[in-house]
């Protein structure tokens, strides 16, 4: 089974456009509905993270992962994740911080929201309109997952 990266945030967090940017596709605006297994990553609807009985969903996902990308919009105040959610992962999960070309941007508050969920590790900020941060990011996605190979 090919390695696959999985993206978890809130609703509007900026998930499907980040995998639509990394993966150079048109960036479309799309709901995701249900767990996306038809890249190299694992897209799940925000729902899954804002509602806590779905929280095993995530988890279980993540457990067919290579890494976990929880993402968080610098638009918002608000933390979708519970404190320390990012321990219940057996994988490495990583932050991103998105949106952060927008004019309410407040990428410090996001940033302290993603290491209150227990992200330990790298925290990268991104803009999927502008491209920023997003060579940075594909740089360390290519050394997790090979785009080019076949989804088995």
Not at 42 to 63: F, K, Q, S, W
Request: charged share 20%.
């Amino acid at each position: 089974m090919k390695s696959k990266i999985l993206l978890i945030g809130g609703v509007g967090a900026g998930k499907t456009t980040l995998k639509q940017k990394l993966l150079n596709q048109s960036l479309i605006y799309l709901k995701t509905q249900a767990l996306d297994y038809s890249s190299i990553f694992i897209d799940c609807p925000g729902e899954y993270l804002e509602i806590p009985r779905h929280y095993h969903v995530l988890i279980d996902a993540g457990a067919r992962a290579v890494e976990v990308w929880a993402l968080h919009d610098a638009t918002r105040r608000n933390c979708p994740f519970p404190p320390k959610f990012a321990t219940a992962f057996r994988r490495p999960v990583i932050g991103i911080v998105s949106k952060i070309d927008h004019l309410d941007a407040c990428p410090d508050i996001a940033e302290s929201n993603l290491r209150k969920a227990g992200i330990t590790g790298r925290i990268y900020h991104v803009s999927a309109k502008e491209g920023s941060g997003i060579p940075e990011l594909a740089l360390h996605m290519s050394s997790l997952v090979s785009p080019n190979c076949p989804d088995s």
